[in-house]
């Protein structure tokens, strides 16, 4: 914090427990589905640092989903932080004396813990008796609805799975844990939740839709991807016309299908590119390499412009992966130069691509090999690599990602929202 004053405090601590994770005392628990704090939902990815069966308690009595962090020593603004369980992080969620719920730092209380409420809709159960947290949770402090429509990836196995990706194995780990996890989601299934959502989210807390899952490379249900992951959103757009911004995080395609998209009633497209450096895309993304490749992907992302505008299309890449050992850089300024030349290509474009900070999983070839991730010296000067590139180029917020700036932002996978100059939506 006081190497980097100009970069927000709240954003470095956030970076900090999103790439190493925090340990619960048992009394943060929740109590799944059936107490007053809104549970992780393990909405695509586990985003945990420990396997579920080495995670003790956390495993029967569900962490929360995020958490909010206020006042303390840093005096800190509010700040909404996804959950990332490790039971070995200095970081440690629990009660003071007072009873109160604290952020504990090696043992010293560091900020005040809020915890997100359960959602009236969470009460509630679709007729075939699946809970609306496994069909439709929500993140982002109950701004996004995320839709994981399709819970594993066609990209399977060693020679084509992302490298740092553990959807595969999350579905896996839940399955073997006995929890309900859908692997296709019906479109029938979705609307109900979606009803449900709509009728008790009285205050309008959801804004906006992700549809996403893993990649398809054949087919899912006699259905290609643009119409696999389409079909929901068209289903949606027709029964609550305009309630939502929809977003879809799908492969880049090639421009008919993400036409196709855009009539389905999709807004925000996300045909993420992982990682810019050539050399390290064609070892960790081996899947996307080999059907598609990185020339290809790129060339696709900046088609997709002409058909969602470049301010709808915000390409995701994982965060610190750039530095994961043993082929990544071994020091931050390449790491910052490569990424931030990837960000000068698309925002020179007018392309705003975002990313989210890698959380190294233990089932994973790059967890397993960097179980630390990777420095938070990278984390905050990437933030601030990200800002002065998007100042450089005349760009504010993407949209679809709600209030931007410290104290503000709900967006709770990175900080880059919290970095940037305020805005109310
Ligand atoms: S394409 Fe890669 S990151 Fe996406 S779900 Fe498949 S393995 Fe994971």
Redo the contacts with the bound molecule.
């Keep these: 914090m006081s190497r980097f004053p100009h970069v927000p405090r709240e954003a470095v601590l956030k970076e900090d427990l999103l790439r190493g994770g925090l340990a619960f005392d048992d009394a943060a628990l929740t109590d799944n589905e059936h107490g007053d704090v809104k549970p992780k939902s393990y909405f695509?990815?586990s985003f945990d640092h420990r396997t579920l069966p080495e995670l003790g308690t956390a495993a029967l009595r569900r962490p929360p989903e995020e958490i909010v962090l206020t006042g303390g020593p840093y005096e800190l603004r509010r700040t909404v932080v996804s959950v990332r369980t490790n039971p070995s992080s200095p970081y440690r969620v629990g009660t003071d004396t007072d009873g109160r719920l604290r952020l504990f730092l090696d043992g010293r209380p560091i900020a005040d813990v809020g915890l997100p409420p359960m959602p009236a809709y969470y009460r509630h159960t679709l007729a075939n008796g699946k809970s609306v947290m496994e069909v439709a949770p929500t993140i982002q402090w109950g701004y996004l609805i995320y839709l994981t429509a399709f819970r594993v990836?066609?990209?399977f196995g060693a020679k084509?799975?992302?490298q740092?990706?553990?959807?595969?194995h999350n579905w896996r780990q839940h399955k073997q844990a006995g929890r309900p996890y859908t692997g296709v989601k019906p479109v029938d299934e979705v609307l109900e939740a979606l009803e449900i959502i709509n009728r008790h989210d009285v205050d309008r807390a959801s804004q906006a839709y992700t549809l996403t899952?893993?990649?398809i490379t054949s087919q899912v249900n006699g259905l290609a991807e643009a119409d696999f992951y389409g079909q929901y959103a068209q289903a949606i757009e027709e029964r609550f016309p305009g309630r939502w911004i929809g977003k879809v995080v799908a492969?880049a395609l090639p421009r008919a299908d993400v036409q196709r998209f855009h009539d389905y009633g999709i807004r925000i497209y996300h045909p993420?590119y992982?990682v810019w450096d050539k050399r390290l895309f064609e070892l960790y993304?081996p899947?996307?390499e080999r059907y598609v490749g990185r020339e290809e992907w790129h060339r696709r992302i900046l088609d997709s412009a002409e058909v969602f505008g470049p301010r709808n299309v915000i390409p995701n890449f994982v965060a610190g992966v750039e530095m994961a050992a043993p082929h990544g850089f071994t020091s931050v300024d390449e790491a910052i130069d490569s990424t931030t030349e990837g960000l000068d290509y698309f925002m020179s474009r007018g392309i705003t691509p975002r990313f989210t900070t890698w959380c190294p999983e233990p089932t994973t070839p790059l967890g397993r090999t960097n179980p630390q991730g990777a420095p938070l010296e990278y984390h905050v000067r990437l933030l601030e690599a990200y800002r002065a590139t998007m100042d450089a180029h005349g760009l504010s917020s993407p949209p679809g990602y709600g209030p931007a700036g410290p104290g503000r932002a709900v967006f709770s996978v990175s900080s880059f929202m919290d970095t940037l100059p305020s805005t109310d939506s």
């Design positions: 695509i990815f990836c066609q990209y084509e799975e992302c740092y990706c553990d959807i595969n899952g893993g990649s492969q993420n992982e993304c899947g996307k």
